[in-house]
C-alpha cells in the first residue's frame, strides 16, 4: 500500500467561523488572518495505493460551481486535481472508489462535474464507486436549515443518480469490519456520521482527519468551529480521539492545515498538544 497528497485548490473561510468562541487574538498566532477576516484553508486529498485498487478520499470543492460562488471562498486554483493526480502518475479514469468523510461541498464538490456543453452534470470519476453512509446521506438529503448552505443538490444526487453510490457498513462508533481497505471511525460533532479513515502502512496509524482536526490550531480542546452542529460532541470526540492518538503515536493527516500537512501529538501539562510535524516527503 501506498498513500499519496492530492491538492485540490485552496480557499479562504472567515477566521471567526472557523474557531468559534475563541477570540481571535488567540487563533491568529496559529492562522493569521487577513484584512477581511479570512483564513487560508487547503483541500488536501488522500491517495491510496492498494494492488489494484485506487482510492481518493475527499475531492475538494472541483470546479463546476460559478465564479460568484468561487469569489465567496477566494479560490487559489494553483492546485487541480487532475494536475494533482498526473504528478503522481495517474488520471482520473485510473479512480476505482472515491471516499467522502462527508458531503460538505468542500470535501465532495469534485466528485461530479459539468459535461463538456456545461448542460448536465456527470461523474468527474466515471469509473469510481463512491463512498458514504446512509445515516449520513440521509442527513445530506434533506438538510437543516443550519447546513443547507454545505450541503449543494448538484453535488450529491448526481451520485445516486448515476449508480455510483455505496453506502458503508456502520455496526459500530469504530468499524474496524469494512469494504475499505482501512478502518473507520464515526464522529457526530461536526456533522452526522462524518467518516474518519484510519490506514494502517509499515507499522504506523495515518489518520485522516476531515473536519475533526482541520488545523494544527484547533488542537487544544475549545477551539471548535462555528461550523459544527453539536460542538459539545466535537469536544468530547476530540478530547477521546487526541488522548487516543498522543498515546498510540498516530500521524494526523490534515486536511485543511495549509502549513502542516502531517502532524503527531503528546500529552502535556496543559493536555494534548503539538508534537511534532511532517510532510509527505518526509515520510513517504
Not at 478502518?183 to 495515518?206: A, N, Q, R, S, Y
Request: net charge negative; charged share 25%; proline share 4%.
Amino acid at each position: 500500500m501506498k498513500i499519496h497528497s492530492i491538492e485540490s485548490g485552496n480557499f479562504k473561510l472567515d477566521g471567526g467561523a472557523m474557531f468559534g468562541v475563541v477570540p481571535k487574538s488567540l487563533w491568529t498566532r496559529t492562522n493569521p488572518a487577513d484584512s477581511n477576516n479570512m483564513i487560508d484553508m487547503a483541500a488536501r486529498c488522500l491517495l491510496i495505493e492498494n494492488g489494484d485498487r485506487l482510492t481518493l478520499v475527499d475531492t475538494g470543492m472541483g470546479n463546476k460551481q460559478s465564479e460568484k460562488f468561487f469569489g465567496y471562498y477566494y479560490m487559489d486554483h494553483k492546485f487541480d486535481l487532475d494536475s494533482s493526480l498526473k504528478e503522481k502518475g495517474f488520471s482520473r479514469d485510473d479512480i476505482t472508489d472515491v471516499f467522502l468523510t462527508h458531503l460538505h461541498f468542500d470535501h465532495c464538490g469534485g466528485v461530479i462535474k459539468k459535461s463538456s456543453k456545461g448542460d448536465f452534470f456527470e461523474p468527474a470519476f466515471a469509473k469510481a464507486v463512491c463512498h458514504t453512509n446512509s445515516s449520513h446521506w440521509n442527513w445530506a438529503i434533506e438538510p437543516n436549515d443550519r447546513e443547507k448552505a454545505s450541503f449543494l443538490t448538484e453535488n450529491i444526487k448526481p451520485i445516486e443518480e448515476n449508480g455510483q453510490l455505496n453506502f458503508i457498513s456502520q455496526n459500530s462508533n469504530y468499524e474496524k469490519q469494512n469494504e475499505m481497505d482501512f478502518d473507520i471511525l464515526f464522529v457526530d460533532g461536526h456533522t452526522e456520521k462524518m467518516m474518519i479513515p484510519h490506514i494502517h502502512l509499515d507499522g504506523k496509524t495515518f489518520v485522516y482527519m476531515a473536519d475533526l482536526l482541520p488545523t494544527v490550531g484547533h488542537i487544544p480542546l475549545p477551539y471548535v468551529m462555528g461550523y459544527d452542529t453539536r460542538p459539545l460532541i466535537t469536544l468530547g470526540e476530540k478530547e477521546k480521539f487526541l488522548n487516543e492518538a498522543a498515546t498510540k503515536g498516530y500521524y494526523l493527516i490534515l486536511e485543511h492545515d495549509p502549513f502542516n500537512e502531517i502532524i503527531t501529538v503528546k500529552h502535556t501539562d496543559k493536555g494534548v498538544r503539538l508534537d511534532q510535524t511532517f510532510t509527505f516527503k518526509d515520510l513517504f
